[in-house]
Every structure is written in C-alpha cells, then in structure tokens.
C-alpha cells in the first residue's frame, strides 16, 4: 500500500483556523480503488491549536512573515511542516489544498507580487498537489504517475544501499 500525506481539512476534519473543513469527499473512493493510505496532517492544528487567527504571508524586505494577528509565525510554520515529513518517512505524496499558507501551492504574499508555495510544499521531499488537481481522473492519474516514480526511485535506492 502506498502512502500518502493529506490535508487533514480535506479528508473532512475541522481543522481550518474557523473550526471548518474542505472535504472532497471523492478521494477517499480514489485512494481506496488504488491501494493507497491517506494519512491527514495539519501543521497549523498542530502547532496552534483550532479554532485560531488566520494566518497570512507577508513579504518584508527580503524575507516573507506569517502573521497570526501580531504574532510572527512563519519558522515555525516550516519547522512544523519538515517535522510532518520527517515523522512519516515512509510517505509517497502530498495533497495540500489551494490557498493556504501551509498547504496551498500558489499563495497570495502581501506586498510580493508574485505568489509562493506554502510551507508544506517548500519543505516536502516528495511529490505534492493541491486536491483541487484531482477532481478529473486525467489529474488524479497524472498524480498517481508522479508518486509511483518517486516510489520505484526509492525503491531502487534501498536495494541498492542494501549491497
Ligand atoms: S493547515 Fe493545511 S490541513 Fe490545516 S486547515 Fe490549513 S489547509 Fe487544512
């Protein structure tokens, strides 16, 4: 079986900073039709706690903020977000949800100009997508495609440092 980390809002847990979620509920067929194991993560519950501020990025001179209210928040957003990856080693993938500043791929920066990739996705050693991506079967495959070549590479990694 295949493991994979997600979203902890999008497997239907009220985790989001307003006590919601953003269930697709869709995935949880996927997964099982494909033999993988969805395991939910959420880095801001983890850390902070939910209900709790929203958060959002904000660029500084040459370094980008989270803002939680006054608080600055945004190594820890990391530390919390490479702790998650490193807690489950065995993991293949990562499904984020749009948005976020954790686990959005293109997320809006105050006073940036340009969008950035959350927390979760900058730190992730494996492939990674927002659910968004898997509505239709062509993203859900391409995904798939993705986290099974990352899975042979390590595969073929192991066997090599076996000798
Ligand atoms: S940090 Fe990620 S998992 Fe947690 S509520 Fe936000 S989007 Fe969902």
Known sequence: MIKILISSCVMGNKVRWNNSTRHYPELHQWAQD???????????????????????LVQVGDSVEGRMG?????????????????RHPDARGFIGLANS?????????????????GTMHLTSPVPSCEANQ??????????LNR????????????RASAF
């Open 34 to 56: 494909k033999g993988i194991e969805l395991v939910p993560v959420c880095p801001e519950n983890e850390l902070f706690g939910t209900p709790r501020q929203n958060i959002r």
């Open 147 to 158: 986290v099974l070549k990352h899975h042979a590479s390590v595969a073929q990694l192991d």
């Open 70 to 86: 006054k608080e600055e928040v945004y190594k820890q957003m990391i530390k919390k977000s490479r702790e998650l990856f490193s």
């Open 134 to 143: 898997l509505r239709t079967e062509e993203g859900r495959q391409k995904f």
């Open 101 to 117: 500043p954790s686990c959005g791929i293109s997320v809006g920066v105050k006073n940036r100009g340009s969008v950035m990739k």
